[in-house]
């Protein structure tokens, strides 16, 4: 018994002819749908422009139902003091807001950056947003309504730190002793 003989039986069949010839389909002509339609040849890109026509960043987290699922990445103490103080808000979302809107105005006096000029044709010195070292760190998830998402990231753009280090200063200024 050949092995390939059932390869050389299909080479004598390709070579017999049996070959399918179809037909591409007819052109369809294309009329334009606007007055203002793109030049023949360039991509019409004018639906794209209203899908973030407003040019807001996207925000962080994930939209989970109504409500926007957050990560900060927090030390220790300062989870202890947000679990400590769940209870009394209901959610770990709701304290966390409570902390930032009860600190608001001391993070503004507090932490505003010194405004830096540039010198020459270099730009402004901007800090990093990332902080160095972190005491018996973890990841806490939370909630919150987009709205709320969207000042949070707002403040921190303002405060030029990441949202894990505004949340982890308000916690501490609003939970801990002050």
């Not at 105005?105 to 972190?134: N, S």
């Amino acid at each position: 018994m050949d092995p390939l003989a059932s390869v050389r039986e299909f080479r004598q069949q390709e070579t017999e002819g049996r070959t399918l010839k179809a037909m591409p389909p007819p052109p369809v002509p294309v009329t334009p749908s606007s007055p203002m339609a793109a030049p023949a040849g360039e991509l019409d890109l004018t639906a794209l422009h209203d899908v973030d026509a407003v040019g807001e960043r996207r925000l962080r987290g994930h939209l989970r139902g109504r409500k926007q699922l957050l990560y900060v990445y927090l030390p220790g103490p300062t989870i202890a003091r947000l679990d400590d103080a769940r209870p009394g808000h209901g959610t770990l979302g709701a304290a966390v807001m409570a902390a930032l809107r009860g600190s608001y105005e001391w993070l503004v006096e507090h932490h505003t950056p010194q405004p830096m000029e540039a010198v020459g044709p270099f730009p402004a010195v901007r800090g990093p947003k990332r902080r160095q070292g972190i005491e018996e760190g973890r990841l806490k998830p939370f909630y919150v309504d987009p709205e709320e998402a969207k000042g949070i990231d707002a403040l921190a753009e303002q405060l030029e730190m990441s949202a894990s280090e505004l949340v982890t200063l308000a916690i501490d200024h609003w939970y801990g002793d002050r």
